[in-house]
DNA sequence: ATCTGCATAATTGTATACAATTATGCAATA
DNA sequence: TATTGCATAATTGTATACAATTATGCAGAT
């Protein structure tokens, strides 16, 4: 039973198509190519110095995710994010962040529970000395323990899928001293909403938690970044 | 730009990975393979007639759904769906779907809202009579219409992914007179809230309707239909 | 000048060959 | 009997060859 625990992580790490479709992901993510932009499977693989193959099989895995589009005997489009699409997510992302909240606040154990407060902890200490990047990264650990502790791998991938369309914005919305430290302020919250039980508030915090997020970035103008 | 709008479905329709894309996410879904079976890739293609590379092609693409793990040079395995996912699933949806009967409120238009409400109707005919084929099929057609009405390709896009792990149920669930009369009322019901404007009520109708489906399924035990 | 038709090139779709990794079975040993 | 080691088979990962489809460019007609 165990050996199917695997994570995706690790499943990825050294086949060629793995490293294609992190190559892949990323350069979409980050705005390197155009929207509607067409990606030629040999190009690609040139590029990376790989074979069709695994370019080919990157590319379906691609297409389910939404970033590209696949038109038979024909290409792979770019398919870009929108300004809409960036709000879009974030509202949907709020309610399930809630869910989330809610059921973690049933099913978390003393294990994640122990690593949230020591993460909200050092987040604070970090805040206060301006280290962005180690910010961040507690940021995304928060919410990925509270994804696990939530003990539904149905929820825990779908909130996984949506993240990734919001690393690259998030990451720049924390660099940012009033935001980074409102964050783990609300975090904090979150997290004693958790400890005490009350299911109900820990959903309503970590609704606000992403509308605030979407707001802060909005007032800053920054999701530009996905406009390029 | 309107070629980007071929839809998906075109696009697998007549590429042999997409029939065996298609085909194994059927099989995996109507429980022909049992939980943690692996999938080889040359019976597979035996079995369909075409070589492994769209085999393997298809497995990435059901790896990303979920519904099949891949671990690098060992193989392919089901990953099954319990009935805590089935819960699951139909929380986030109640969710979501409640957002998306919000946001067709705000953005519907008069042919989409027309088609629903001849949806309603003709489904009220073949709800009488006990034609539970059609009433499935207009069932399916009333969601879609709401996905398409809500105006995000991401929100739509998220409930399409769900509604396959939910068809096979609830076309089981609705072969029920009851449940069949009772499902057309409540989509009556939404329609006219969203008609008269009122997106919060729409949105709280839509949440209680999947929570009603559940709510319906469990009390038959048809999500059996899941466990094999 | 613009358009049509066709030859050619470019690109994707699939099959197959080969390499790398993992599973299996059996003999040798304790 | 149980266990180790190794040869062999089975399976996956990747590259390449070929087929099918689509794009491109140019000659000729209007």
Chains 1, 2 share one sequence.
């Not at 060629?16 to 499977?41: A, M, N, P, T, W």
């Not at 792979?76 to 606040?105: F, H, P, Q």
């Not at 994804?147 to 993240?163: I, P, R, T």
Request: with cysteine; glycine share 6%; charged share 35%.
């Amino acid at each position: 039973m165990a050996k199917f625990d695997v994570k995706q992580e690790v499943t990825d790490k050294f086949s060629l198509r793995g490293r294609v479709f992190k190559k892949l992901r990323d350069d979409i993510l980050s705005g390197k190519y155009e929207e509607h932009e067409e990606l030629k499977e040999v190009a690609i693989g040139e590029e990376l110095g790989v074979s069709r193959t695994p370019v080919r099989e990157a590319f379906r895995q691609l297409e389910l995710e939404g970033l590209i589009q696949i038109i038979p005997n024909k290409g792979a489009y770019v398919t870009g994010i929108t300004e809409k699409d960036v709000r879009d997510i974030y509202m949907i992302r709020s309610l399930l962040e809630g869910l989330c909240a809610r059921w973690a606040t049933e099913h978390i154990t003393k294990e994640q529970m122990e690593e949230m407060e020591e993460n909200v902890y050092l987040a604070k200490f970090h805040a206060d000395k301006g280290h962005w990047e180690q910010l961040a990264e507690l940021d995304n650990r928060f919410h990925d323990i509270m994804y696990e502790a939530c003990n539904s791998k149905m929820l825990e991938h779908q909130l996984k899928d949506f993240h990734q369309y919001v690393l690259r914005v998030r990451k720049k919305t924390l660099n940012n001293a009033k935001r980074g430290s409102k964050s783990n302020e609300e975090h904090e919250k979150i997290m004693e909403a958790i400890r005490d039980g009350n299911a109900e508030l820990a959903e309503k915090l970590a609704n606000e938690h992403i509308s605030n997020a979407y707001a802060n970035m909005v007032q800053n103008g920054l999701y530009e970044a996905y406009q390029k």
